[in-house]
């Protein structure tokens, strides 16, 4: 019989944790399927938020983080928060130092990335316009919590776990963002 050299190699679909467990563990392989499963979102989450050079110098960063946190992973721990958190605190550092240093914004600093719901992507480009500016001026509160609810599909739970929030301040959070993005909307109808 042959011998396995990981555990990602003996289940064709692991879960997330049980991937972060592996890769807690040293396997790269399991690291492997993991930045495949999540790249794509951490960088949308990343990219609708800063212009294109920052998003991608943050996701280097992210998964240089994410390696140095493997070992202080609880085993059984939901990882979809758990990775938003880092990127989350790694966005929350962008502005902060922003805001030290003021800079002109870029136009696509609240970019499309790549993880638009089929309903966002049919929207013509100057709803879209639209709904970036109505996001822009949010608070940073509010954005960040409508981002992972609308875009990156977290529930409030988890929102709140990544964030290191209780549940309820979170929702409160974006019922106030969500109430806000409607009048804005409403106000850029012609």
Do not use: C
């Amino acid at each position: 019989m042959d011998k396995v050299t990981s555990w990602a190699d003996l289940h064709e679909s692991p879960s997330d944790e049980a991937l972060m467990d592996a890769y807690a563990r040293g396997d790269t392989a399991a690291f492997e399927r993991l930045y495949e499963r999540w790249n794509d979102r951490l960088f949308g989450y990343l990219a609708r938020a800063l212009d294109p050079t920052t998003a991608e110098e943050l996701f280097q960063t992210l998964w240089m983080r994410i390696h140095g946190a493997r070992r202080s992973y609880s085993s059984g721990r939901a990882v979809a928060p758990w990775l938003f958190a880092i990127a989350a605190n790694l966005r929350r550092e962008e502005w902060r130092r922003r805001s030290r240093r003021p800079e002109q914004p870029h136009p696509d600093a609240v970019s499309s990335g790549t993880a638009l719901s089929a309903e966002e992507t049919a929207l013509s480009a100057e709803r879209r316009r639209a709904v970036r500016q109505a996001l822009g001026a949010l608070p940073d509160a509010q954005r960040e919590v409508i981002e992972l609810h609308r875009f990156e599909h977290l529930s409030f739970p988890e929102i709140a776990e990544a964030l290191g929030e209780g549940v309820e301040a979170v929702k409160s959070r974006a019922f106030r963002g969500y109430k806000a993005l409607r009048v804005m909307l409403a106000e850029m109808q012609p």
